[in-house]
């Protein structure tokens, strides 16, 4: 069973709108959360990386969230734009982050932003 | 800086051929970690390396290989080719094995493998 569990799957939404993507974790002992945006065609590039102790981190016009008691991140997308349309994929590490094969990622939610 | 590269991008191959996938790293980064993602599972991890040595495996099978070299650049191979592995194959480049909080992972574009 995935460890790392994102909704929605896909959401659509119109130019100029927020939104807002969750992932939930059972990954235990927790280190640390990363949120992840990947354009159609290109590798995935960091938003932003929290650690357990962190409740909010901001980038640009993405903001993600952390409530590590409840294991739930939420990623807030501000006036979204055309270029936001892409996967947004939520990982989390072990405690023990020695080896970048101990990342769990969540399947992604598909985000189309339309005009 | 240059990102991390890797060729090709796309690959057609036929069951059980065999292919070779090639990763550079962004100069300096010692660690290069490979991922396979599909539409169904997401990004699997495949396997991680540092300075030349394979430290970390994930859950595929032996068909499945991979290698570092002394430049930091990676290659992965896959023999005897399943339908199954028609997928995005993705390698990361780190400048440390340390996946802390204060480190992060650089993503090539990926190679799109296709078997027919």
């Known amino acids: 069973k995935n460890q790392v569990e994102q909704s929605p799957q896909s959401l659509i939404i119109l130019e100029g709108k927020n939104c807002t993507l969750q992932?939930?974790?059972?990954?235990?002992?927790?280190?640390?959360l990363r949120w992840y945006k990947q354009d159609t065609g290109r590798g995935p590039v960091s938003l932003t990386i929290?650690?357990?102790?962190?409740n909010t981190k901001s980038n640009g016009r993405y903001t993600a969230t952390l409530d590590a008691d409840t294991k739930q991140s939420s990623l807030h997308i501000t006036a979204s734009q055309l270029s936001d349309s892409a996967s947004y994929i939520c990982?989390?590490?072990?405690?023990?982050?020695?080896?970048?094969?101990?990342?769990?990622f969540g399947a992604g939610t598909q985000v189309v932003v339309t005009p | 800086k240059a990102g991390v590269t890797q060729t090709p991008r796309y690959l057609i191959k036929t069951r059980g051929q065999q292919v070779t996938l090639s990763c550079s790293p962004i100069s300096g980064h010692r660690s290069v970690s490979w991922y396979q993602q599909t539409p169904g599972q997401g990004l699997q991890f495949l396997f991680e390396?540092?300075?030349?040595?394979?430290?970390n495996k994930g859950n595929f099978p032996g068909r499945f290989s991979g290698r570092q070299f002394s430049n930091s650049r990676s290659e992965m191979n896959v023999s005897t080719l399943e339908l199954g592995d028609s997928a995005l194959y993705l390698c990361?480049?780190?400048?440390?094995?340390?996946?802390?909080?204060?480190?992060?992972?650089?993503f090539g574009p990926g190679t799109r493998l296709t078997v027919l």
């Open positions: 390396y540092f300075s030349e040595t394979q430290r």
């Open positions: 929290m650690t357990f102790s962190e």
């Open positions: 992932c939930n974790y059972t990954v235990s002992p927790f280190s640390n």
């Open positions: 990982v989390v590490s072990v405690e023990t982050t020695d080896s970048w094969g101990k990342l769990q």
């Open positions: 990361a480049s780190s400048p440390t094995d340390l996946a802390g909080a204060y480190n992060e992972q650089f």
